[in-house]
C-alpha cells in the first residue's frame, strides 16, 4: 500500500492507508483530527464536512484515492481558540450550538458559502446548510451567526 498524499489544512501529509479507506477516516484514524464528525456515514447528515478544493463535501463518502493531492480544510484549519475565524465568533456569539456535534460540517458548509457568496440573503444561508442536519433545533441562532459572520467580514457588525 503506498501512502497517499494531501494537503491538509495547508500542511502536506502522506497517509498510509489503502486508497479506498474514507477521507473521514484518514482524517481521524490516521491524522487524529477529530473535529470532522462521524454522523450516519451515509452522506446524510453533514457532520463529516470538509472542504476540498474549496468545495464543501462529505468526507464519509471521499475515498483516499478520490482526493489525493488535493486541497482539505478540516474545522481544525479554520480556526484557533486564540484567533477564531469570524464565523467561529460569530456561533460563539450568537449562542448558535447547543450539542455542538454538527457544528464542525455547518462551520465548513458556511465557510464555502462565504467564500464563494460574501453576502448572501437569509433563504441562501439556509439552502447552503441544507445538507447539514441540526437536531437540536438550532436553526435560527445558526443563521443569525452566519449572517452576522458575513456582515463583519464585510466590514459591518449586523446584517
Not at 450568537?94 to 460574501?118: F, M, T
Amino acid at each position: 500500500m503506498e501512502p497517499v498524499s494531501l494537503i491538509v489544512n495547508g500542511r502536506t501529509v502522506a497517509v498510509s492507508a489503502a486508497a479506498e479507506t474514507t477521507l473521514l477516516d484518514a482524517l481521524r484514524g490516521h491524522l487524529g483530527l477529530s473535529g470532522t464528525k462521524f454522523g450516519c456515514g451515509l452522506e446524510q447528515c453533514g457532520c463529516c464536512m470538509v472542504l476540498v478544493d474549496g468545495q464543501a463535501e462529505k468526507s464519509c463518502g471521499k475515498t483516499l484515492a478520490a482526493v489525493a493531492g488535493k486541497q482539505i480544510l478540516t474545522i481544525e484549519g479554520l480556526g484557533t481558540p486564540e484567533r477564531p475565524h469570524p464565523l467561529q465568533q460569530a456561533f460563539l456569539d450568537e449562542q448558535a450550538g447547543q450539542c455542538g456535534y454538527c457544528l464542525a460540517g455547518i462551520l465548513i458548509s458556511a465557510k464555502a458559502l462565504l467564500d464563494r457568496n460574501p453576502s448572501p440573503t437569509r433563504a441562501e444561508i439556509a439552502t447552503a446548510l441544507d445538507d447539514n442536519i441540526c437536531r437540536c433545533g438550532s436553526h435560527p441562532r445558526i443563521l443569525r451567526a452566519v449572517a452576522l459572520a458575513a456582515a463583519r467580514i464585510q466590514g459591518g457588525d449586523r446584517p
